[in-house]
C-alpha cells in the first residue's frame, strides 16, 4: 500500500520560510519523479516544483521560482520542499505527488498540508 504522508505545514507571517516534507512508503521512492502540488480555494490546482528520479534535475512553477527549494532523499525515501520569502498568495493545500518514471499523469497523492501566509 503506497502513502504519501506531507508535514510540516501551518500558519506563517509574509516574508518567513517554511519547509514542507513528504515521508514515502510502499513504492520504489528512486524510481518515480516526486512533486509538490498547491491548490488555494478557488483556483485550479498547480504543480509547483518537481524533482526527477534521481534529483539532479527539478522544475519550478515562476510563482516560486526563486524563492521554493525541492529535493529529495532516496536513502529516507522522503522529499521537501523549503518554502522562503512567503506570500499572502501562497496560501494553499500543499500536496505530495509522485508518477512513475515515463508516466505523463501523478499516480499517487497525500493527503495534503495547509499553509496560510498571513500578510
Known amino acids: 500500500q503506497v502513502q504519501l504522508v506531507e508535514s510540516g505545514g501551518g500558519l506563517v507571517q509574509a516574508g518567513r520560510s517554511l519547509t514542507l516534507s513528504c515521508a514515502a512508503s510502499g513504492l520504489t521512492f528512486n524510481m518515480y519523479t516526486i512533486a509538490w502540488v498547491r491548490q488555494a480555494p478557488g483556483k485550479e490546482r498547480e504543480v509547483v516544483a518537481a524533482?526527477?528520479?534521481?534529483?539532479?534535475?527539478?522544475y519550478y512553477a515562476d510563482s516560486v521560482k526563486g524563492r521554493f527549494i525541492i529535493s529529495r532523499d532516496n536513502a529516507r525515501n522522503t522529499a521537501r520542499l523549503q518554502m522562503n520569502s512567503l506570500k499572502p498568495e501562497d496560501t494553499a493545500v500543499y500536496y505530495c505527488?509522485?508518477?512513475?518514471?515515463?508516466?505523463?499523469?501523478?499516480?499517487?497523492w497525500g493527503q495534503g498540508t495547509q499553509v496560510t501566509v498571513s500578510s
Open positions: 524533482t526527477e528520479t534521481t534529483g539532479r534535475h527539478t
Open positions: 505527488a509522485a508518477k512513475y518514471r515515463g508516466e505523463a499523469d501523478y499516480r499517487y
